[in-house]
């Protein structure tokens, strides 16, 4: 994820400096080095993984609501749809900032607290087991904890296309959570044992509620927190691309857009309560794969290796044609096991 990102970077940059432009989106770079075809999929892949990932934090969140207000689901998640999507729509940037930072400490401190509480019963001998051939199925959902590339133009426009600078606000910007994430696995795989054993799909956050009554109300809490904060950023970034997409006017975008964006994710999270796991798995193999896996590598080969373009800067990522060839296979290769899976799965059922 971190070549990926550094892909994006270098052929942002490369772009605006080919276009006189001091910002390029995602879809004009690719533009320049997929043609039409590639601007299709980006939108698409773009499109799919906003619209699943909210399909999953509706679910998520009604479930948590459901659970603690004690009202039905529709109930539930047509309040979380309408509280949230409401604040995006009639907040000010300033409004919505101040929320968002809020929201962003109390997931911190909840976090923190989590961690310590649940620490106290770390069974250290449970960090040594291993399940190896649970380890690809994981691959989409980690793809999908590091997608942080959707920013990396803003991140160069920022930085004023200064690579060393994106190269290291890239590489420590990853780092910061990946260490939370190994500090959260910790917790979950040394608290429950056998869990790392079973090799099945499981809510490690129901685990944890389960084996330690103590965290319940702090899970809760850090669950709808994070997602809130999430749903908050998906929602006004979709709303803005469709915008974009339809090129509807200025000041007669926002009902048709929020309606567009708020209303098919509470449907279909309605239809399937139990379809948050298979959104995340879903957007992270078709979505975060295909557009932050597939095209950066895609994009970058183009850019190198075509006669029609030019690159003005030297590449910020090694290896040539075999790292190219190593991201895109990777991906590819996950995305049609996954496939096949699929439709083995569909097949026996």
């Known amino acids: ?16 400096c080919e276009l006189g432009s001091g910002s390029v989106s995602l879809v004009s770079m690719a533009k320049r080095t997929l043609g039409t075809a590639g601007v299709r999929t980006v939108c698409f892949s773009y499109l799919f993984i906003h619209y699943a990932l909210l399909v999953a934090y509706v679910a998520r969140s009604s479930e948590i609501l459901t659970n603690s207000l004690g009202i039905p689901l529709l109930e539930s998640a047509t309040l979380f749809s309408l509280a949230f999507g409401g604040l995006c729509y ?8 101040a929320v968002n930072g809020f929201l ?22 449970s960090l040594l087991e291993t399940n190896f051939a649970a380890a690809p199925q994981s691959i989409p959902i980690i793809a999908l904890s590091f997608v942080y590339q959707n920013v990396v133009p803003v991140l160069c ?28 696995d910790a917790v979950i795989l040394g608290t429950i044992p056998g869990f790392a054993e079973s090799g099945t799909i499981t809510d490690p956050l129901q685990q944890l509620r389960s084996s330690n009554g103590t965290v319940g109300p702090i899970v809760e809490a850090f669950s709808f927190l994070a997602i809130g904060t999430s749903y908050i950023g998906f929602v006004l970034g979709l709303t ?11 000041g007669q975008n926002k009902p048709l857009t929020y309606l567009v964006t708020l209303f098919p994710p509470l449907v279909l999270s309605l239809l399937d309560p139990e379809i948050f796991f298979k959104a995340l798995d879903f957007a992270g193999t078709y979505g975060v794969l295909v557009l932050f896996g597939v095209f950066p590598a895609a994009m970058s080969w183009s850019e190198r290796y075509s006669n029609d373009l030019e690159a003005p800067i030297s590449p910020i990522v090694p290896g ?11 991906a590819l290769l996950v995305i049609f096991s996954e496939v096949f899976k699929d439709i083995m799965c569909s097949y026996k059922d």
Do not use: H, Y
């Not at 009639?90 to 900032?97: D, P, Y």
């Not at 911190?108 to 019963?121: C, D, P, R």
């Not at 040539?320 to 990777?330: A, E, N, P, R």
């Open 1 to 16: 994820m971190v070549v990926t990102g550094l892909l994006v970077a270098e052929v942002n940059v490369n772009t605006m």
């Open 90 to 97: 009639f907040g000010s940037q300033r409004v919505i900032g």
């Open 104 to 125: 962003v400490f109390s997931i911190i401190a909840s976090f923190t607290v989590l961690v310590v509480v649940a620490s106290g019963n770390i069974q250290w001998s």
């Open 157 to 184: 426009t920022n930085l004023e296309g200064d690579l060393s600078k994106v190269r290291k606000a890239i590489v420590l910007g990853t780092a910061i959570p990946l260490a939370l994430f190994l500090v959260w």
């Open 240 to 250: 803005d691309f469709i915008a974009d997409l339809l090129k509807l006017p200025s």
């Open 320 to 330: 040539g044609k075999l790292t190219l060839s190593f991201v895109m296979g990777g």
